[in-house]
């Protein structure tokens, strides 16, 4: 799906920060397209938690920002995603070291967007989670 009034999908150029929150955490942004985008994340100490494992909230900031990103090649001028559903399922602890992040547009409605996000380190899943972002008119 290439994105409504946008013409043909962007690819973004590597490490470039998602800006806000996550792009403070260290996460940068490997690629967009058509209702996909990937980030990467290298998880260091400060991202862990007394546990010694990845933070769940850190998981969770990055599975918004890469849906977030994902739906975004699907807007028009003036449209903005807002996330009004997020659900992660943790599926084993992260530790120190690289991190993929996927995220895919799964359904495009005129005012809500369903999305899944899928987070990989050393090829094994670490969480999925679902999202609905509501399309906000901004003009």
Known sequence: MVGRDRGTPCRMADDAAPGGFAGRLGARVQDTGDGVATLAFEVGDEHLNPAGTLHGGVVATLVDTVMGQA??????DGEVPATSQ??????????????????????????????????????????????????????
Request: glycine content about 12%; aromatic content about 4%.
């Open 71 to 76: 739906v975004r090649t699907t807007t028009g």
């Open 86 to 139: 997020l659900t992660v399922t943790y599926l084993r602890p992260g530790k120190p070291g690289p991190l993929e992040v996927r995220g895919r547009v799964r359904t495009r409605g005129e005012h809500l967007t369903i999305c899944e996000a899928d987070v990989e380190q050393e090829g094994r899943g670490i969480a999925h989670a679902v999202a609905t972002f509501a399309i906000l008119d901004r003009r």
